[in-house]
Structure formats: C-alpha cells, structure tokens
C-alpha cells in the first residue's frame, strides 16, 4: 500500500531499526566523506571532546535516512523534501552502537500552493540501545493526496 497525505496522522508514526553500527563503516564513511581525526584515529579521538572514536554526524544522518527510507518512505507518494528544518546532534554514537529511528507527524496539511499534494512534517530522534538521544531532525516532506495517488495507478 502507498501511504499518502492521508495516511500520516498527528503524533507517534512509528519505530524503526535497529540498526547495527560497526568500527568498519565508522571508518570507512569518515575517511571518505569527514576525515577528521576523531572519526579516524583512536588516539586522537581520546584526547577531542568526543572522549573516543565516534561516528561523523553526516554518518548518523545517512543512516537516519536510510532508516526512513526503509521504514516509509519508499512506500509513501512522496514528491521530495524542499530540506530539513532542524538538525541537531546531541551525542556522539560509538563502534557497535545499534540505532533506533523514533518518528512522530508533527504537520500534515494540504498544500495551498499545489491542493493536490500536502506536507508532512516530521520530527525524528535517533537513540542508542541505553535509550541515549543521539540526533534529532525536523523535516517536512511533499506527499501526494490519495485521489491524485490512485489516479496515477495503472489500469
């Protein structure tokens, strides 16, 4: 089933993963994408505020995303985002910390712009297995209504 406008209703939406990270991508996405030294060295990653090696924040919101994807959004008639409200990051996550994505619909409204679509906004925060709130997110997503969704289906 595609989920549409009217599918996402104000409060709790759901809880996805987990999701298991290890030292290896840890590594492997701070040496490509954010090469500082806390996300690559353990020597140095003791002596940043970071107290220890710890994933980049960017790592954390590609996982995030892949966690909505999964979850959701790849079944949902969603147009795009036009970006992310908030971001925050609230702790650093560790090698073999297993991720927990929590959504809640905060907005869900018809479009005045384009009445055959709405946005949906959503807040999200990843925690750790110990319950630690490690990155909020609030962003709204463009989703097709139900008429104009079924309209579009074949046959």
């Known amino acids: ?17 987990p999701r298991h990270v290890t030292r290896e991508e840890i590594l492997a996405f701070a040496a490509e994408f954010d090469p500082q030294p806390m996300h ?4 140095a990653a003791k002596r940043s505020l970071l107290g220890g090696l710890a994933g980049s924040g960017w790592h954390l919101c590609s996982i995030m ?55 949906v906004t959503f807040h999200g925060v990843v925690h750790n297995a110990a319950g630690l709130a490690l990155c909020e997110i609030v962003t709204p997503i463009i989703v097709k209504r139900r008429a104009d969704a079924a309209a579009e289906q074949p046959g």
Do not use: C, Y
């Open 40 to 43: 690559l060295d353990d020597e």
């Open 1 to 17: 089933m595609t989920l549409t406008l009217e599918d996402f209703k104000l409060g709790h939406f759901g809880s996805f993963g």
């Open 65 to 119: 995303m892949r966690m909505m994807f999964d979850g959701f959004i790849g079944r949902t008639a969603s147009l795009g985002s036009p970006g992310v409200n908030e971001l925050r990051w609230l702790a650093p996550f560790r090698p073999g910390d297993d991720l927990t994505l929590d959504i809640d619909v905060t907005e869900a409204r018809v479009s005045q712009s384009r009445p055959q679509t709405g946005i």
